[in-house]
Structure formats: structure tokens, C-alpha cells
């Protein structure tokens, strides 16, 4: 997901090729939830994104623990032979971004530790939660409260409660609750499997009485947060 405006990507997974098009600013801070594959395997396309354009600084931002991973793994000289050019840092668990928004990094629950994101504007917000497992006592619920616009993954249907806790995922009834108790204003789904190509994968209607605001995103969506 990208916020062109302000320079800002959550998340390095194969799509962050679609980054090139979209920037309009001398920089970008991305932020990475967690370091499964799927979610930082776009970090070795940056030479390719940002060829040509006027990007000053690129700033990533990974759970400090997580940075010997990245280096050792992703960027192992047998795998990347030229050492990227851009900074890794440690999340900070606030981040007042170049724009003058606040980023807030939430712990949620996933194999191998994650983090949810919200982001405050002045007179907005705006949460994004993915790869965790979607619950009506989830601990990231109070941090989400009262956003305008929640980005939840939805890996699973309702049915697959069971393989959605080994994975560390969430089926769709639990995340139209987190939406209705964060009192979010409108919900969107992503992070969904991915080998389901039903023109419906979820079956929105049967959650409109939980939460009727509910989009499935599709990729190069465009929407106002």
C-alpha cells in the first residue's frame, strides 16, 4: 500500500513494482510489518522503481531485531551481490513522518512477530493491519479506535477458522467485528488467499450486518484516506 503524497509505502511485497508510477516525492519511508518473504521481497526491485526518478532518501523501517535478517538473508552477497543503497532502521514505535503525520507501529500476533500501522493526519486517520488473526478481544483493537479508514487482511473465509490460527490469519466474520468495534468508518480486505480466483472470494453479505462499509480491494485500487 502507498500514500504517494507523503512519500510513504507499507509493506515490500512483488507489487511494489507499481511504486515507480505513483511517486511524488524526493523521498520514501516504507515500512515493513514483518519479514515473511511475501511482505519484504520487494526491497531487491528498488534499483528498478526508483531508476530515473529524483528520489534523495529511501528509509526502511523493520523491527530492530529483525535488520540481521535482512542483511544476512535478503541481501546475502550470493543472493543481491551489490549492497543496496538505501538505509534500514530500527521501527521506532512512533514516527512523525516528512509530512508532520504520526505513525503509530502496533504489535499484533503472527508467526514471528508483526506490527499493525496507523497513521494520523491532521484532520484523519487511517489503519492498516495485516497478517494477524482478527478477534472481538484482539490486542490492537483500543490502538485502531476510531479510525476513518481501516485496511484489514481477510487471508480466509469464514469456515477456516482452524488454519487461519496456525497461519496467523483471518477469516471474515472476526475482522467485520474488529471493524464494528474499532468503530471504523469503512473497512477494506486484502492479504486474501490468493489461489481463490472466485469473482467473490468473501461473502461480504453475510457479514452487512456486523459492518455494511466493506470493499475486497483489488490491486492498483485508488481511494481518498
Known amino acids: 500500500m502507498m500514500l504517494p503524497e507523503i512519500g510513504v509505502i507499507l509493506d515490500a511485497g512483488t507489487g511494489i513494482f507499481r511504486a515507480r508510477d505513483l511517486i511524488q516525492t524526493d523521498h520514501l519511508d516504507i515500512f515493513l510489518s514483518h519479514m515473511h518473504l511475501d511482505h519484504c521481497v520487494g526491497l531487491t526491485f528498488l534499483y528498478d522503481v526508483l531508476l530515473d526518478k529524483n528520489v534523495n532518501r529511501v528509509t526502511v523501517h523493520v523491527a530492530a531485531e529483525k535488520i540481521k535478517a535482512l542483511d544476512e538473508a535478503l541481501f546475502h552477497p550470493d543472493l543481491f551481490p551489490v549492497k543496496p543503497n538505501f538505509e534500514i532502521v530500527p521501527l521506532e514505535p512512533t514516527v512523525k513522518l516528512a509530512?508532520?503525520?504520526?505513525?503509530?507501529?502496533?504489535?499484533?500476533?503472527?508467526?514471528?512477530?508483526?506490527?499493525?500501522?496507523?497513521?494520523?493526519?491532521?484532520?484523519?486517520s487511517m489503519a492498516y493491519v495485516t497478517d494477524t488473526v482478527a478477534a472481538e478481544d484482539a490486542t490492537y483493537l483500543n490502538e485502531i479506535e476510531g479510525v476513518q479508514t481501516?485496511?484489514?487482511?481477510?487471508?480466509?473465509?469464514?469456515?477456516?477458522?482452524?488454519?487461519?490460527?496456525?497461519?496467523?490469519?483471518?477469516?471474515?466474520?472476526?475482522?467485520?467485528?474488529?471493524?464494528?468495534?474499532?468503530?471504523?468508518?469503512?473497512?477494506?480486505?486484502?492479504?486474501?488467499?490468493?489461489?481463490?480466483?472466485?469473482?467473490?472470494?468473501?461473502?461480504?453479505?453475510?457479514?452487512?450486518?456486523?459492518?455494511?462499509?466493506?470493499?475486497v480491494a483489488s490491486d492498483q485500487l485508488v481511494i481518498d484516506v
Open 99 to 124: 509530512g508532520g503525520q504520526r505513525l503509530t507501529a502496533i504489535p499484533v500476533e503472527h508467526p514471528g512477530g508483526a506490527y499493525a500501522f496507523r497513521i494520523d493526519f491532521e484532520d484523519r
Open 150 to 215: 481501516l485496511v484489514h487482511e481477510c487471508y480466509f473465509p469464514d469456515g477456516w477458522e482452524a488454519k487461519a490460527t496456525l497461519t496467523g490469519h483471518s477469516c471474515l466474520t472476526p475482522v467485520a467485528k474488529v471493524a464494528a468495534l474499532a468503530k471504523a468508518e469503512r473497512l477494506f480486505l486484502v492479504h486474501i488467499n490468493p489461489l481463490n480466483e472466485s469473482d467473490q472470494p468473501l461473502d461480504l453479505d453475510s457479514v452487512k450486518s456486523i459492518f455494511d462499509n466493506i470493499e
